[in-house]
């Protein structure tokens, strides 16, 4: 079993930058892809940014050159930082994680999900 705990979130004006990062622990060899997903209220939880255990970032267009994906596997952390943020990204960010080594951008590709950390923009 591996456990995903998110920090970070909280409220941020337009334009400004957040991140949010993730501890894992437990069985942390399960944890070849790590990724972002978020939800907004009333919509599905949707792919935000993937990283694999050798570094390579996948973005969902609507974040792509304004989120940074990384991770640090020492620390078994993966990080999201997060800038020129617009109120549509207000929502709860979710960590997840998976230990196949494809990429996928489908939420119930992944096996371990903490429990979200909200971030709001303000307008």
């Known amino acids: 079993q591996v456990q995903l705990v998110e920090s970070g979130g909280g409220l941020v004006q337009a334009g400004g930058s957040l991140r949010v990062s993730c501890a894992a622990s437990?069985?942390?060899?399960?944890?070849?892809?790590m990724a972002w997903f978020r939800q907004a209220p009333g919509e599905e939880r949707e792919f935000v940014a993937a990283i694999s255990w050798s570094h390579t970032s996948y973005y969902a267009d609507s974040v792509k050159g304004r989120f940074a994906i990384s991770r640090d596997n020492a620390k078994n952390t993966v990080y999201l930082q997060m800038n020129s943020l617009k109120p549509e990204d207000t929502a709860v960010y979710y960590c997840?994680?998976?230990?196949?080594?494809?990429?996928?951008?489908?939420?119930?590709?992944?096996?371990?999900w903490g429990p979200g950390t909200q971030v709001t923009v303000s307008s």
């Open positions: 437990g069985r942390t060899s399960s944890t070849y892809f």
């Open positions: 997840a994680a998976r230990s196949g080594i494809v990429l996928y951008r489908a939420e119930n590709q992944y096996d371990y």
